[in-house]
């Protein structure tokens, strides 16, 4: 269960890059400030996801320990 968790996390986390380089591109072209902004939110709810999904992985295996 915990590798899952870390395979979904790093999953994640990749999505999370993948929307900040679309948002950095966006703003470089001059694109839409409505599409900036929702590419800003998204990148934010996956990042809380990412967190959750790694202190989650990290409570599953004890911490390290």
Excluded: E, Y
Excluded at 16 to 26: E, P, S, Y
């Amino acid at each position: 269960m915990s590798s899952f968790t870390m395979i979904l996390a790093l999953a994640v986390m990749g999505l999370v890059a993948l929307v900040l380089i679309r948002g950095l591109f966006n703003m470089m072209k001059g694109g839409s400030p409505n599409l900036s902004n929702k590419l800003m939110q998204m990148r934010i709810v996956l990042q809380a996801v990412a967190i959750a999904l790694i202190m989650l992985t990290l409570w599953l295996t004890g911490g390290g320990r």
